[in-house]
């Protein structure tokens, strides 16, 4: 699976006001949970750019003063109207502990159906799956070659390892 690096500040007030100002200067304010103890850091709004505005799933090495975590993206909040990221939430990995993650799909090679004039709709753009961190997939590929017009392909119809 492929990572990124994202560095922040810890941050001592987790109030209203507080995330405010920290929003007022372009930071973030973000919260790790998961582990022995939660973890509230700020980062600059730039930092997230290819974390959030991609398909791929990443795993995401923090740097916390100093400290360093991996986690996955668990949730991301925006503003209403102006789109702005306003909170992110980080779960942190243990090797361990299964994680639920949502996973892109990727489809392999080109549908007989849409060879005729068939036209392919894709209904889930990701999947969500649980697995130990060490196991996780870049994306879940589906060949989509045997399809014909009218056919279809179901979760339950894939070869998913474990």
């Known amino acids: 699976m492929k990572s990124i690096e994202i560095s922040g500040n810890a941050r001592a007030n987790i109030n209203k006001a507080s995330n405010r100002e920290l929003r007022a200067q372009d930071q973030v304010p973000c919260v790790l949970y998961g ?3 939660n973890v509230h850091f700020q980062s600059h709004e730039l930092n997230f750019r ?3 505005y991609t398909p791929d799933a990443h795993i995401v090495n923090l740097d916390v003063d100093g400290n360093k975590f991996n986690a996955v993206l668990q949730e991301v909040q925006f503003h209403p109207i ?3 990221i306003l909170h992110i939430d980080f779960l942190e990995l243990q090797d361990d502990k ?5 996973v892109p799909v990727k489809l392999i090679g080109a549908s007989e159906g849409v060879k005729q004039g068939g036209k392919l709709t894709l209904k889930m753009r990701k999947i969500q799956i649980k697995a130990l961190p060490g196991d996780l997939p870049d994306a879940i590929e589906v060949n989509i070659e045997p399809l014909e017009i009218g056919d279809s392909f179901r979760i339950n119809e894939l070869n998913l390892p474990g």
């Open 50 to 52: 290819k974390l959030i």
């Open 82 to 84: 102006t789109d702005k």
């Open 35 to 37: 582990g022995s103890e």
């Open 98 to 102: 299964p994680v639920k993650i949502s």
